[in-house]
């Protein structure tokens, strides 16, 4: 059982470049989440996915995209990066985000800079 | 606007003593708040989660109070140990996603 699993783990990319984060969860969990850390601002939601085949906005979606691809799988692409999308990228899940107080499940982190 | 925040400044304190976290907000109704620890390089991991209408929750040396009234929350640790040096991010239930707080940073010294 492992868990949420987020690939890959560091990344460098240049200006404009784009790629895509993967994620899995291996716990059944209906919603998946996407946030960014970065110093002194705590945790920020740029997607999520109540269940599958549905994805909403957080509070930080603007150049980035998702892809609720299956109920384990949730993908966040970057289609132009940019040096203000330099953080630590966490991907969660929990059993179902409607249900109150459902704990978070979170992954390791991508760490990704851009040049 | 809406604002969660915790306390500014790295937590410092000796083996044996307890920490006390605040977490404040405005412009909130949460009717949970959670608890998590982050270690350096790692995801959060759920501690403790506590409702509008508990005024104290306790998991092991973890005790955490809720005021609705103040809009606060405080997070306990007692006979802290040096394996307790973590970030303490505090999280609001807000239609049904979760809003964080910066983080509060402790470290025991042994």
């Known amino acids: 059982n492992a868990g949420v699993t987020q690939t890959p783990k560091f990344q460098v990319l240049k200006t404009g470049q784009s790629m895509t984060l993967q994620c899995a969860q291996d716990m059944n969990h209906n919603s998946m989440y996407w946030y960014r850390q970065d110093p002194g601002m705590g945790l920020r939601l740029i997607y999520y996915s109540a269940s599958e085949g549905t994805t909403d906005k957080g509070e930080v979606p603007n150049g980035y995209n998702v892809s609720r691809l299956n109920k384990r799988e949730f993908s966040l692409r970057l289609e132009s990066a940019a040096p203000s999308q330099t953080s630590v990228y966490f991907c969660a899940s929990s059993e179902r985000g409607t249900s109150p107080g459902n704990e978070q499940f979170f992954g390791p982190g991508t760490r990704l800079t851009v040049l | 606007s809406q604002k969660i925040e915790q306390n500014s400044e790295a937590l410092n304190i000796q083996e044996g003593k307890t920490a006390t976290l605040t977490c404040n907000y405005t412009?909130?109704?949460?009717?949970?708040l959670q608890w998590y620890r982050q270690d350096p390089g790692r995801g959060p991991v759920f501690l403790l989660l506590?409702?509008?209408?508990?005024k104290e929750k306790r998991k092991e040396r973890l005790k955490v109070t809720f005021d609705t009234t103040l809009k606060q929350s405080l997070f306990h640790i007692t006979a802290s140990q040096p394996a307790d040096s973590a970030t303490y991010l505090c999280a609001l239930l807000n239609d049904y996603k979760l809003s964080f707080g910066a983080g509060t940073t402790v470290t025991v010294r042994a």
């Open positions: 506590i409702r509008e209408n508990e």
């Open positions: 412009n909130y109704s949460p009717a949970y």
